[in-house]
């Protein structure tokens, strides 16, 4: 391996020929880098999920196109435009490819981009710089050995709680992406699955003027936001379970030491957030046990 490509594809006044995936700022433009810029101003062909965001990035630093073509690629027309692309790089061309913010193949278009060019045998290089899961997660105050980042959750009610039942026990502090106008429901669905007791973050507006974190439990979080009008991008860190993961026998004593004094809805969200557990997974097993008695 060359030393230009172990460094990524830089070459004396120009780019290795390849797909250059780069980051791009969340909120504050200055946290672009260097080479990000770099790829930008020397890349033979650009492609951009929003390419009047790139273009005034480009312009606030001072990167001049040059008569050079930059093209969206999005969710709407990559199918249509990846072919352009790969002649591109058959040509021996280099391509840079920017999200409309942070980094690309995190919640944005372009995997399918990067697949698409790995198989096909192109080069594909990597830009890292700004992202809004390892910002969050920064801020968070969680712990960030071990984190699972899951994306947008569902926008419908039951497939959301389905969806967030599957990370219910996983080891891991979770980071999930949220419109402002679903972070009520979020909060409400994550309280009744994961427990009011699970503490959390959340991240408003990251690296912009008016950046916000909350750091609370659940069931808190939960409440500060229920008749609170929220804007701006959100991300939601949610700490792993702690202590021993409860098995059927916890579920079995627990509720049996309170179907007898309390209404199975009382005994189910007590014995919920106790052991950090689905209240529907709580819920089947209180019905079994009344069927049994």
């Not at 039942?165 to 996983?170: L, S």
């Not at 202590?243 to 509720?255: Q, W």
């Amino acid at each position: 391996m060359s030393e230009e490509r172990a460094m990524g594809g830089a070459l004396p006044g120009g780019l290795v020929p390849g797909l250059h995936f780069l980051a791009t700022p969340i909120g504050a433009a200055r946290d672009i880098t260097l080479r990000a810029l770099d790829i930008l101003g020397k890349a033979d062909l650009i492609a951009a999920e929003d390419t009047r965001t790139l273009r005034h990035l480009m312009e606030i630093h001072g990167v001049p196109l040059n008569g050079r073509a930059v093209i969206p690629y999005h969710d709407h027309n990559g199918e249509a435009q990846r072919p352009r692309i790969l002649r591109a790089l058959e040509e021996g061309k280099s391509v840079a490819y920017a999200s409309e913010a942070g980094t690309p193949l995190v919640a944005d278009p372009g995997y399918q981009l990067g697949r698409t060019a790995i198989d096909a045998g192109f080069p594909v290089f990597s830009a890292p710089g700004p992202s809004a899961v390892l910002a969050a997660l920064t801020v968070s105050g969680l712990p960030s050995d071990r984190f699972l980042f899951a994306g947008f959750p569902p926008s419908t009610g039951s497939a959301r709680r389905k969806w967030l039942a599957e990370f219910g026990a996983v080891p891991a502090t979770l980071i999930f992406y949220e419109s402002p106008k679903r972070l009520k429901d979020l909060l409400t669905d994550l309280v009744n699955i994961l427990g009011t007791e699970r503490q959390a973050a959340v991240c408003r507006e990251l690296t912009k003027k008016f950046e916000e974190v909350q750091r609370n439990s659940l069931g808190a979080l939960a409440e500060h936001y229920a008749d609170l009008a929220v804007k701006g991008e959100i991300v939601v860190v949610i700490d792993r379970p702690r202590g021993r993961v409860a098995g059927p026998e916890d579920i079995d004593a627990e509720l049996r030491a309170r179907l007898g004094r309390m209404t199975t809805k009382d005994a189910v969200a007590e014995v919920a957030d106790m052991l950090s557990l689905p209240r529907r997974e709580i819920y089947q097993a209180a019905l079994k046990i009344e069927q049994e008695s």
